[in-house]
């Protein structure tokens, strides 16, 4: 296999830029172009629902490469630019300012969008987050707000139903699940952050679907919820999750389930790899997989070059995220909730610190501390290795 001469990066975020320094590192030295939609240098995502929120960094605090670390890749930036089509057959991408890139190697690293409701979004003082722009225009807007509703109580709207509580507005947060993030927490915990976010003064809705969003004068003020309940709000965040940025490859040919799907590799085609929330690869662990976490943008971003440039290794990272709310953090590695099973292994829920494992099929495929940082990083070997489960609960309980 032949190593590629032109390779195009589209989508200048965590993972476009991991992939291209990882090209570079590992001695590609043809032409490198970037794609990115914002006008924004590669910035990080993270934060903008945490510490930009807060008002605690400065926007230039997030953006990932000072320039002259973004000059050594000596790449080509077409910032502002969206990709609006690909054509696998003739290896081209057609750009929203009329230009069309030819590649022999293309990363594709788009992420996702936020999803919308029916209607509503007209309305001033209706937000969405995703770009550093929905972040400092939701500060602003919570600053100038007594009351907000945050629909969706995902990661997203968990933690700014906190932050917003911080900054002392009436928060409510609505969501048609029985708690929040029970997706990825699974039932016990789920309900242990439900009551964290009521200790904090937060209304919960839960188990409730929105109907509408009701305005005057052409901003919003309050929300209808099924039952002819009716919530006032100055402001509303919209956080019902999001999907694969996949629109542009309509009629590429590319297999487009949930994301742009992958072997065990990140390779989407011949030529073609995919990295980051935009990617559904199979893992040989855990089947196929979409991960919309920080940590694994930068590890698949890598990998995906390394694919592109003849590595043969499969991307079988073991997954991990986290979550700050209030004087909470929470800390998972692996495949949590769902059907697993899940048991504390240190601390208790009532000290406000504990542990635990995930498992399904007599094996462990998860773990979880609640400000227990320390024992995060030890139960994460039980991930990687599969422990069996009651092993895993010995050692636990003996370590």
Not at 259 to 281: I, T
Request: with cysteine; charged share 20%; hydrophobic share 45%.
């Amino acid at each position: 296999m032949s190593r590629p001469a032109r390779i195009v990066v589209v989508g200048a975020s965590a993972a476009g830029l991991a992939a291209a320094e990882a090209l570079r590192r590992d001695g590609f030295t043809g032409s490198l172009t970037l794609v990115g939609a914002e006008r924004r240098e590669p910035y990080d995502r993270p934060p903008l629902s945490k510490q930009i929120l807060r008002g605690r960094w400065e926007p230039g605090r997030v953006t990932l490469r000072r320039h002259d670390t973004r000059a050594a890749l000596a790449a080509d930036w077409r910032l502002g630019v969206a990709a609006t089509a690909l054509d696998a057959g003739a290896r081209e991408v057609a750009l929203s300012d009329g230009g069309v890139l030819p590649y022999d190697g293309l990363v594709i690293a788009t992420g996702v969008v936020p999803r919308r409701l029916p209607s509503g979004h007209g309305l001033g003082g209706v937000h969405v987050l995703r770009t550093l722009d929905d972040a400092l225009a939701l500060r602003e807007g919570l600053l100038a707000a007594r009351s907000a509703v945050v629909v969706g109580a995902g990661f997203l709207g968990s933690e700014v139903a906190a932050v917003a509580r911080e900054l002392g507005l009436d928060v409510t947060l609505v969501d048609p699940l029985p708690a929040p993030m029970i997706g990825p927490l699974g039932d016990q915990v789920a309900h242990l952050l439900a009551g964290l976010h009521v200790r904090h003064g937060v209304r919960l809705h839960l188990g409730t679907l929105v109907t509408g969003l009701s305005g005057r004068d052409g901003r919003v003020d309050g929300v209808d919820l099924d039952g002819g309940v009716h919530v006032p709000a100055d402001l509303v965040l919209v956080a019902v999750g999001s999907a694969p940025a996949v629109g542009w490859l309509s009629g590429s040919g590319l297999d487009l389930g949930d994301g742009v799907e992958c072997d065990h590799r990140c390779r989407a085609a011949p030529g073609v790899v995919a990295a980051g929330d935009v990617a559904s690869w199979w893992h040989p662990r855990f089947g196929r997989l979409r991960v919309e976490h920080r940590l694994n943008a930068t590890e698949q971003g890598t990998a995906a070059a390394r694919t592109l440039l003849g590595g043969a290794a499969a991307f079988a990272p073991v997954p991990y995220f986290w979550t700050d709310q209030y004087d909470v953090k929470i800390q998972a590695y692996g495949v949590t909730g769902g059907a697993a099973r899940f048991q504390i292994v240190a601390g208790d829920p009532a000290s406000g610190r504990f542990a635990g494992l995930y498992g399904t099929d007599g094996h462990v495929t998860g773990a979880l501390t609640w400000n227990l940082p320390r024992q995060a990083r030890e139960l994460r070997r039980h991930v990687a290795e599969g422990t069996p489960w009651r092993q895993a609960l010995r050692e636990a309980a003996t370590g």
